[in-house]
C-alpha cells in the first residue's frame, strides 16, 4: 500500500507532493524532501514526486564523493559531482541549504536517479533509486510552483528540419581562414581582464561576465540570459563551465582552460539548460572540449590542444547521446591526446538514445583514432543518428596525414537508415573528396 506524505513547510502551503512506499533501511541512501533544509525525508526509491523536491545523499559523515547521474546507470560522465557534504543532486547552496531538482523537467512517469559513491575508506558503492514524476497525469491539483524565475522550466525547442537551419549569428574571426589560438579568446578583443570577484554558483538571470579573469573551480550556470565574454576561465574542479539549468547561455571571445593541464575533465558541458552558444572562444588544456546539450551552437571557435592522458573516448566536442538540434561551424576541432576517440564525436549509445538534428559544417577537423565517429553499432542495440548534415568541413593532416591515427570517418549512416542525414562537400587537407 503506498502511504502519501505531505510536507507541510513554515510558510503554510506546499508547493507539489511526494508520496512513498517502504525502502529498505541502508548506511547510504537517496532520500527526498519537499524543502532546502532537507527536513522530514522520505526514501526516493519508489517515492511519486512533483513540483520542486530536493534530493541528497544519507549518512554523508561515511562519504567521500558523490557523482549523480539521472536517467542512466553510474556510468560516463556524471551530471553533478559533490565533494563534500552534505551530497545534495542539484549542488548545495552557499549557505547550505540544498539546492532544488524541477521535476517539472522531466516527463511524468518513471526515472532514475543514480549516485556513485566513494566512502571515506576509498570503497565505491552504487546507489539507484527508481522513482515517478506525476505533475499533470496523477490528477492531483499542484499549486503554483514556488522556485524563481531563473530555474523556470524551459520546454525543449522544435525539431528543426533542414529547410529551416537558423543562419549563424556571428561572423567568423577578422583574421580569416580557420580559427586560431591567437585569433579567439579575449586577447583578440584588446581587453584587459580584472579578477572576477562574483559567484561561482550563477542564479540570477541575465548576469553578466565581460572582461574577466575567473578561477573558479567550476563555473555553475542555472538560469537564464546568462552572458560570458572577453574573459579567461582557469578552472581547477572537475568540469570548467557547467550549464545546469534555464536558457540562453552566450560564451563569447573567451578561454576556457585548466589551471594544470589535464586537471578538468571538460571544458564547457551543457546539461540541462537550452540553447547554449559558445562562439570565437579558445578551449585548450583540458580532457575533453565541449559537451553540447539541447539547442547547443559552438561557432568559429578553436578547441584542440588538449590534455587527455588517460580517459578514452575523449573529442574536442562529443555526445554519448539523446541530444537535439546541435550547431557547429566554423571551428577548429582538434584532438591528439594519446587517449583521444576524435575531434568530433555523436555515439547514439543506448542509455540515451541517438542524436537528431546537426548541422556540422566549415570545421577543420584533427586528430584521434579517427577524425569524426557519427554512426551507431547495431549489435549493441543502438539506433542511428538522424537528421544529421555533415557538409564542407576539411578533414585535416596536423596530426596524422589521413586526418585520424586510422583514418578520416570511423562510421556513418546513410539514408534510409540515417534518415535524413547528408553527407557533402567534405575534403582532405589536400581538397580530395572525403567519402565516409
Known amino acids: 500500500m503506498v502511504l502519501s506524505l505531505v510536507l507541510v513547510l513554515a510558510a503554510g502551503m506546499l508547493a507539489g507532493c511526494v508520496s512513498t512506499g517502504g525502502e529498505t533501511a541502508s548506511p547510504q541512501r537517496l532520500l527526498v524532501s519537499r524543502s532546502g533544509d532537507r527536513s522530514n ?43 563534500e557534504a552534505p551530497f545534495d543532486f542539484a549542488g548545495t547552496r552557499r549557505h547550505g541549504q540544498a539546492r532544488e531538482f524541477d521535476t517539472r523537467r522531466l516527463s511524468d512517469g518513471y526515472h532514475e536517479i543514480a549516485v556513485r559513491l566513494t566512502l571515506s575508506g576509498g570503497a565505491a558503492k552504487k546507489i539507484v533509486s527508481r522513482f515517478r514524476v506525476a505533475n499533470e497525469s496523477d490528477g492531483s491539483a499542484t499549486p ?56 561561482c554558483d550563477i542564479t540570477v538571470s541575465g548576469t553578466v561576465i565581460d572582461g574577466k579573469d575567473v578561477s573558479c573551480a567550476t563555473l555553475h550556470v542555472r538560469a537564464d540570459d546568462v552572458r560570458i565574454s572577453r574573459s579567461r576561465v582557469r578552472a581547477s574542479g572537475d568540469l570548467g563551465i557547467v550549464f545546469h539549468s534555464g536558457s540562453d547561455l552566450r560564451i563569447s571571445d573567451t578561454e576556457v582552460t585548466a589551471v594544470s593541464p589535464g586537471g578538468v575533465g571538460i571544458a564547457i558541458a551543457s546539461w540541462g539548460g537550452v540553447g547554449m552558444t559558445v562562439e570565437r572562444s579558445y578551449v585548450h588544456g583540458t580532457v575533453r572540449g565541449i559537451q553540447p546539450g ?105 596530426y596524422f596525414p589521413d586526418c585520424g591515427r586510422y583514418g578520416p570517418v570511423a562510421s556513418w549512416t546513410a539514408p534510409p537508415t540515417g534518415s535524413g542525414n547528408v553527407w557533402s562537400g567534405n575534403v582532405d587537407a589536400a581538397g580530395r573528396v572525403v567519402l565516409p
Open 41 to 83: 525525508p522520505v526514501g526516493l526509491s519508489g517515492a511519486v514526486v512533483n513540483g520542486a523536491v530536493y534530493v541528497f545523499v544519507s549518512s554523508a559523515g561515511s562519504v567521500r564523493r558523490a557523482e549523480f547521474f539521472l536517467d542512466r546507470a553510474a556510468t560516463g560522465i556524471p551530471r553533478q559531482v559533490e565533494r
Open 144 to 199: 503554483a510552483p514556488t522556485t524563481p524565475p531563473s530555474t523556470a522550466a524551459v520546454p525543449p525547442p522544435p525539431p528543426t528540419t533542414s529547410s529551416t537551419v537558423p543562419a549563424p549569428p556571428t561572423p567568423p574571426p577578422a583574421s580569416g581562414g580557420f580559427p586560431a589560438a591567437a585569433s579567439t579568446g579575449w586577447r583578440p578583443t584588446g581587453v584587459a581582464l580584472s579578477p572576477y570577484s562574483g559567484p
Open 294 to 398: 539541447a539547442g547547443t551552437s559552438v561557432l568559429y571557435s578553436y578547441i584542440d590542444d588538449l590534455a587527455n592522458q588517460s580517459e578514452a573516448h575523449a573529442t574536442a566536442i562529443g555526445v554519448n547521446g539523446g541530444t537535439r538540434n546541435v550547431t557547429i561551424r566554423g571551428n577548429t576541432l582538434g584532438c591528439n591526446a594519446p587517449h583521444c576517440s576524435a575531434a568530433l564525436s555523436a555515439y547514439p549509445e543506448t542509455e540515451w538514445g541517438p542524436n537528431d538534428n546537426w548541422v556540422i559544417d566549415g570545421n577543420l577537423l584533427n586528430g584521434g583514432g579517427y577524425c569524426t565517429h557519427l554512426g551507431y553499432t547495431p549489435s549493441l542495440g543502438e539506433r542511428p543518428n538522424t537528421n544529421f548534415r555533415v557538409t564542407n568541413n576539411v578533414f585535416g593532416d596536423k
